[in-house]
């Protein structure tokens, strides 16, 4: 029997399209599975995450250096041409601070010898590390930044992540040489906080805008536009007293904060190593001649 | 035998050609740019790609390229795993399916269909993370970034149109 390719033809387009066809089912079943084990197993996830971060990390910085260099290059411009201004201003601000360490020099040692008189436990160490912001995958639905420290650095998940204006997110993934950074501003933070004037508690959630809101506010507490609020170290993830922003809007019980952070220039973070005295090393000897 | 060798690189480089642009600019899409009022918003790259490829030479980007675009999109830009994939797989059925309105069309018309596209893909992405988190989710950054992504697309283009040149280029 001679075989016309016509007819080879004729049956095999359809079985391609039926295999192409399949095959595009059987992906958008994988889609599915992927996010139900995105749900269910979020550990398995994470750890993938971290691995693949941790691999483009470098790649990531060597891209992003060019771009800081732009930046830094215009920053010193604008510096240079206000130069003078900027000279006076600071002399101006340090006679003023200067006064100011004065104070905090004669409060710190009061409060030191108060202390001693109360026997009161001292505050754990807080240390500082450094990061480069290398990622910035804040597409429309999460808010994250990549910073190109991990584990090696001494970073650990649940640290806060700093500005020099005020917190900016808390660690979620620790890769070896990378680790993430939730921002604030994401659906899925939440971070206790306090009205620093009226020592209200309150939870900070963010909703993907550049400004979240309070929840759970003390029934009968008068949020005013301008309160401080500021970190209140519940749950013992964050040292108390961070600051973080002011109270933006209060309208029909719906309150929004304005952070303190530059979101468009997240540049470098400093991720507070604060040793949690109360919850991890309870029975950590207390230094000092406290008791 | 090394013309040999030489001949099958540039076979592969021409088949994954297409993908590797469409990696290239994922990874361009995570600096931090720190534009003024733009920090926070990135355009989702890896829709132009898909919608690119499936119009122009589906060949060089069959389904499964997509799903791996989409994992490789999920993992760098943190959207819950597996939504990035499913979106991409679906504006990809749908690309290809409407290829024949766009082929060898004024290239406004293909924009045209490219903000269909993404707009589809962005209401989608928008309703699953909404359900996997339980909450509303505030819409106005996707809405910015779905202006910036249309805005960027003839850019893009170029760079396509370029790596497609140097992939079809001396057959």
Same mark, same amino acid.
């Given at each position: 029997?001679?075989?016309?390719?016509?007819?080879?033809?004729?049956?095999?387009?359809?079985?391609?399209?039926? @295999?192409?066809?399949?095959?595009?089912?059987?992906? +958008?079943?994988?889609?599915?599975?992927?996010?139900?084990?995105?749900?269910?197993?979020?550990?398995?996830?994470?750890?993938?995450? @971290?691995?693949? @971060?941790?691999?483009?990390?470098?790649?990531?910085?060597?891209?992003?250096?060019?771009?800081?260099?732009?930046?830094?290059?215009?920053?010193?411009?604008?510096?240079?041409?206000?130069?003078?201004?900027?000279?006076?201003?600071?002399?101006?601000?340090?006679?003023?601070?200067?006064?100011?360490?004065? +104070?905090?020099?004669?409060?710190?040692?009061?409060?030191?010898?108060?202390?001693?008189?109360?026997?009161?436990?001292?505050?754990?160490?807080?240390?500082?590390?450094?990061?480069?912001?290398?990622?910035?995958?804040?597409?429309?639905? +999460?808010?994250?930044?990549?910073?190109?420290?991990?584990?090696?650095?001494?970073?650990?998940?649940?640290?806060?992540?700093?500005?020099?204006?005020?917190?900016?997110?808390?660690?979620?993934?620790?890769?070896?040489?990378?680790?993430?950074?939730?921002?604030?501003?994401?659906?899925?933070?939440?971070?206790?906080?306090?009205?620093?004037?009226?020592?209200?508690?309150?939870?900070?959630?963010?909703?993907?805008?550049?400004?979240?809101?309070?929840?759970?506010?003390?029934? &009968?507490?008068?949020?005013?536009?301008?309160?401080?609020?500021? @970190?209140?170290?519940? &749950?013992?993830?964050?040292?108390? &007293?961070?600051?973080?922003?002011?109270?933006?809007?209060?309208?029909?019980?719906?309150?929004?904060?304005?952070?303190?952070?530059?979101?468009?220039?997240?540049?470098?973070?400093?991720?507070?190593?604060?040793?949690?005295?109360?919850?991890?090393?309870?029975?950590?000897?207390?230094?000092?001649?406290?008791? | 035998?090394?013309?040999?060798? #030489?001949?099958?690189?540039?076979?592969?480089?021409?088949?994954?050609?297409?993908?590797?642009?469409?990696?290239?600019?994922?990874?361009?899409?995570?600096?931090?740019?720190?534009?003024?009022?733009?920090?926070?918003?990135?355009?989702?790259?890896?829709?132009?790609?898909?919608?690119? #490829?499936?119009?122009?030479?589906?060949?060089?980007?069959?389904?499964?390229?997509?799903?791996?675009?989409?994992?490789?999109?999920?993992?760098?830009?943190?959207?819950?795993?597996?939504?990035?994939?499913?979106?991409?797989?679906?504006?990809? #059925?749908?690309?290809?399916?409407?290829?024949?309105?766009?082929?060898?069309?004024?290239?406004?018309?293909?924009?045209?269909?490219?903000?269909?596209?993404?707009?589809?893909?962005?209401?989608?992405? #928008?309703?699953?993370?909404?359900?996997?988190?339980?909450?509303?989710?505030?819409?106005?950054?996707?809405?910015?970034?779905?202006?910036?992504?249309?805005?960027?697309?003839?850019?893009?283009?170029?760079?396509?149109?370029?790596?497609?040149?140097?992939?079809?280029?001396?057959?």
């Amino acid at each position: 029997m001679a075989r016309n390719p016509r007819n080879v033809m004729r049956i095999a387009s359809p079985v391609r399209a039926w @295999t192409q066809r399949f095959t595009y089912v059987l992906l +958008v079943g994988g889609a599915f599975a992927l996010m139900m084990l995105g749900k269910t197993d979020a550990v398995l996830v994470e750890r993938l995450r @971290t691995h693949v @971060t941790d691999a483009l990390a470098p790649i990531m910085a060597a891209i992003a250096e060019p771009v800081d260099a732009v930046e830094r290059a215009v920053e010193n411009a604008k510096h240079l041409i206000e130069l003078r201004s900027r000279n006076a201003e600071l002399v101006h601000e340090r006679d003023a601070l200067l006064q100011w360490q004065a +104070v905090a020099r004669k409060l710190e040692a009061e409060n030191s010898q108060l202390r001693a008189m109360l026997g009161m436990v001292p505050d754990p160490q807080t240390t500082f590390v450094t990061a480069h912001v290398v990622g910035n995958s804040a597409g429309a639905f +999460v808010r994250e930044v990549l910073i190109a420290a991990g584990a090696r650095d001494g970073i650990l998940k649940g640290q806060a992540a700093l500005t020099g204006d005020g917190l900016a997110g808390r660690i979620t993934e620790v890769g070896e040489r990378s680790a993430r950074v939730l921002l604030l501003t994401d659906i899925n933070s939440r971070i206790p906080v306090l009205l620093e004037g009226a020592r209200h508690r309150a939870i900070l959630a963010g909703d993907n805008s550049n400004e979240p809101r309070l929840l759970y506010l003390p029934p &009968g507490a008068e949020p005013m536009p301008g309160d401080r609020i500021v @970190t209140s170290g519940d &749950g013992g993830v964050f040292p108390a &007293g961070l600051p973080i922003g002011v109270i933006g809007t209060v309208e029909e019980g719906v309150v929004t904060v304005l952070p303190f952070v530059d979101w468009d220039r997240l540049e470098y973070l400093r991720i507070v190593n604060y040793e949690l005295a109360g919850v991890i090393a309870a029975d950590r000897p207390v230094d000092g001649d406290a008791r | 035998m090394k013309a040999g060798f #030489w001949q099958r690189l540039d076979l592969w480089a021409r088949r994954l050609g297409p993908f590797l642009s469409a990696l290239l600019l994922l990874l361009l899409g995570t600096i931090p740019l720190r534009l003024p009022y733009l920090g926070s918003i990135t355009p989702d790259f890896a829709i132009m790609a898909v919608f690119f #490829w499936a119009v122009h030479r589906p060949s060089s980007m069959p389904a499964p390229a997509v799903f791996l675009l989409g994992v490789i999109s999920d993992v760098l830009g943190g959207t819950p795993f597996g939504v990035g994939v499913l979106v991409l797989l679906v504006a990809y #059925w749908v690309t290809r399916s409407q290829r024949r309105l766009l082929i060898g069309q004024p290239f406004m018309v293909v924009w045209w269909g490219f903000g269909m596209v993404s707009a589809g893909a962005l209401i989608l992405t #928008w309703l699953i993370v909404c359900l996997l988190a339980v909450q509303f989710v505030n819409p106005t950054p996707a809405l910015f970034a779905f202006f910036l992504g249309l805005a960027l697309y003839p850019i893009v283009t170029q760079l396509f149109t370029g790596a497609q040149r140097l992939v079809d280029g001396r057959t």
